[in-house]
């Protein structure tokens, strides 16, 4: 199994700051990695895929970088509705697995 | 525009079964692979299961192989998840999830809260 390990586990910022959250795979998974956003009560939304590629409606400011192990997110100004919890997900190969989550918190 | 409805969920003492429902609507349902994914009260998400488009291949979590069993009728547009021999960690939201093949979940419902009580 293929362990996704998210860092930090919260990141404090201001609206208009840029936010970079990071996520590591025990084994090199290509770029097959997935970026979800979900805010409380509510399922996650699909952000980004494949590691770079935006998914249909998701704005500019969040671009996916990263191959291999190492995957980064980065959200350019942060908007007030961008505050919310991030998972990673691989689907190098079964089963899939999600990283534990970074919270991005007003500060 | 894809809708995904969970059901099913609710109260089951350990060691019973349960079984959710995922009613979709706004897609060619036989078109998508599903996936059914889970998250404890407070924590993160948790991959549990995947049919494929035409039903022919599942996928399990190791903590569900042997008790939980996917499956779909396409002509209801409505994909199932049977889940025996419920454990305490079992207890948490069930979302189903759209895949177009790309082997990501791609649109989810707004999950069905199950509870394993002792």
């Known amino acids: 199994e293929i362990v996704l390990t998210q860092s930090p586990d919260t990141l404090s910022l201001s609206p208009g700051e840029r936010a970079t959250l990071s996520c590591w795979a025990s084994?090199?998974?290509?770029?097959?990695l997935a970026w979800y956003q979900q805010k409380p009560g509510q399922g996650p939304r699909l952000l980004i895929y494949?590691?770079?590629k935006r998914a249909t409606g998701i704005p500019a400011r969040f671009s996916g970088s990263g191959s291999g192990t190492d995957f980064t997110l980065t959200i350019s100004s942060l908007e007030p509705e961008d505050f919310a919890v991030y998972y990673c997900q691989h689907r190098g190969n079964w089963p899939l697995t999600f990283g534990g989550g970074t919270k991005v918190e007003i500060k | 525009q894809v809708q995904l409805v969970e059901s099913g969920g609710g109260v089951v003492q350990l060691g019973r079964s349960l079984g959710l429902s995922c009613a979709a609507s706004g897609v060619t349902f036989s078109d998508y692979g599903m996936h059914w994914v889970r998250q404890a009260p407070g924590k993160g998400l948790e991959w549990v299961a995947m049919?494929?488009?035409?039903?022919?291949?599942?996928y399990y979590a190791d903590s569900v192989k042997g008790r939980f069993t996917v499956s779909r009728d396409d002509s209801k547009n409505t994909l199932f998840l049977q889940m025996n021999s419920l454990r305490a960690e079992d207890t948490g939201v069930y979302y189903c999830?759209?895949?177009?093949?790309?082997?990501?979940?791609?649109?989810w419902g707004q999950g069905t809260l199950v509870t394993v009580s002792s």
């Open positions: 049919i494929w488009h035409n039903g022919k291949n599942k």
């Open positions: 494949d590691a770079s």
């Open positions: 999830a759209t895949d177009i093949g790309s082997g990501y979940p791609d649109s």
């Open positions: 084994q090199s998974i290509s770029r097959y």
